[in-house]
C-alpha cells in the first residue's frame, strides 16, 4: 500500500507537469538540496517513465507499424504520415533533461556524498539509459555541459552521439565497481520502483544497458562492439532474466500507465489507435497467438482486422471504423525499460555475430519462448524443426533477419521505440517505399506519408533549444541517419 501510495503521488506530479509550459532545459528547476535521495530517486524514475511510456511508446508503436491513426479521428496524423515539424515532443526533450536527469544528477551527487553505492549505480543506470535514447533520437544532445543551469551554464556544449556513447560505458563501469556490501551502502526498499532494492537485478540492468550500447554499434564500429561484449562475458556478467519495468500502476486517474493515461483517459476520443494491418497480416499469415493479446475483436465482430498504415484520410463511408481493431492498451501495463525478452534477443544476436560465448539457437529459442509464455501461450511447436519461427543456423543475414523479425514482433505494445531502432540498424523488418501496394512481412509506407517513400530516422531538435541554446546544432533533416545508423 505504501509503496502504491508513493507511486500515485509521483506520477500525479509527473502529469502535473505534463503540459506544453516546460521549464527550460538549461535550468536548475529542483535543485532540491534540502532532499534525500530516496526521496527523489521515485520521482526521477517516474520521470522517465512518463515520456519513454507516454509519447515515445507512441512514436515507437506506430513507427514499428504494430499501430496507426484511425481515420475516424486525427490525433496522431503527424506521426503516422512523418510530418514532423520542430514542435515536436519537445516538451519530452525538456521533461528529460529538466525532470528525469537534473533528478539523477541530485541522486548521484547525495549518493557520493554519502558513500550511497545502491543509489548511485541505480541513478547511473537510469541517467546512462536517457541518454542513449537521446543521443538515439537526436545524435548531438547536451551531455558534459548539461544540467549546469545552477552554475550559470545556460547554453551547453552539444556532443556527438558516438562520444557520449563511449562515456555511458565509462559511467556504467564506474557505477559497477563501487563497493556494495559498504557499510554506509542503504537497501531503498520502496524507492525502488523497478526492483524493490534487489541491487543484484540492478547490476544485471547495467550489464544489460551495456550489451544494448554496444549492439547498436555492431554496423558502426563493429570491432568495438565486439571488443566490449567479448570483455562482458570474460568478466561473467550476468543479463537480465527479468524485466526492468515499473508495474505498479493502477486503473484510477493520474495513477494508470502513461500513455493509457494520456490517450484513453484524457482525450475525447479512445478511439485514435487501430492495428496496423503490417503487423495483423504477419501474426495472422504465421498462425500467431500473440495477436490476440495485442488487439482487440472488432466493435463490429469478426476476425482480427487492420487498416493500412497511414490511410488516416480514408472515408468512413469505405470502411467502418467497427469493423477495425483496436490496439490493446491498458491502464495497468508496465513500461519496460529492457524486458527478459530483450534481454535474450540481445544475447542471441550478440552469440549469431561471433560475439560473446553464448549459443545464439538456444538463445533465440529462450526468447521466443519467453515471449509467447508473456502472453500465457506456447511457442513449441512455432520454433521447433520446421515450424514457422525455426532458427535458421544458415548464413550470418538469415540469422540476423530471423532474430529480428521475432524481436520486432516481441517487442509490440511493450517497446515500439526500440524496434524502431532495432530496424533503423539492421534494416529489418524491409521498408517498402510504395504508398499504394501493400506487401507482406515488410514495413510499408503510410498512404498518407508526406516523406515521399522515405521513413524517419531521427528527431528534429526542439524549437525552444534552437532559439534558447546558441550551441544547438544546425538542424537536419528527419532522413538524415544518426551516427550508428549504416
Known sequence: MKKFINISLAIAMIFMASCEDYLDVNTDPNNPTDATAGLVFPAATLSVVSVIGGDYALTGNIWSQYWTQNHAANQYKAIDGYNLISTFQGARFQELYAGALNDLRFVKEKATVDEDWSYYLMATVLEAYSFQILADLYDDVPFDEALQGGEGNFSPAYVNGQVIYDSLIVRLDNALAKDLSAITVTNPGTADLIFGGNMAEWVK????????IY??????????????????YASNAEFLDASAAVTSFADQANASN??????????????????????????????????????????????????????????????????????????????YFISDVESLFLQAEAA???????DAKTLYDAAVNASFSMYGEDAST???????????NGTLAQNIEAIIMQKWVANARINGLEAWFDHLRTGFPLESTSATTFVSGQLNYPVNG???????RRYLYPDREVSRNANTPTQKDIHTAVWWDQ
Open 205 to 212: 540492468f547495467a550489464n544489460t544497458l551495456k550489451l544494448k
Open 382 to 392: 512455432f520454433i521447433a524443426a520446421a515450424g514457422l519461427y525455426e532458427y535458421p
Open 215 to 232: 549492439m547498436r554499434q555492431t554496423e558502426s564500429r563493429a570491432s568495438v562492439a565486439q571488443a566490449g561484449i567479448d570483455a562482458l
Open 352 to 358: 549469431a555475430r561471433g560475439y560473446g560465448t553464448g
Open 258 to 335: 502513461p500513455l493509457f493515461e494520456q490517450d484513453r483517459r484524457q482525450l475525447n476520443t479512445a478511439n485514435n489507435l487501430k492495428a496496423s494491418t503490417t503487423m495483423v497480416d504477419y501474426l495472422t499469415n504465421n498462425g500467431d497467438p500473440r495477436i490476440n493479446s495485442l488487439y482487440e475483436v472488432p466493435a463490429n465482430g469478426g476476425l482480427i482486422t487492420g487498416q493500412r498504415q497511414g490511410d488516416y484520410e480514408l472515408s468512413t463511408l469505405d470502411l467502418d471504423p467497427d469493423d477495425v481493431s483496436r490496439a490493446i492498451v491498458t491502464a495497468t501495463d508496465p513500461v
Open 450 to 456: 508526406v516523406t515521399s517513400g522515405q521513413y524517419p
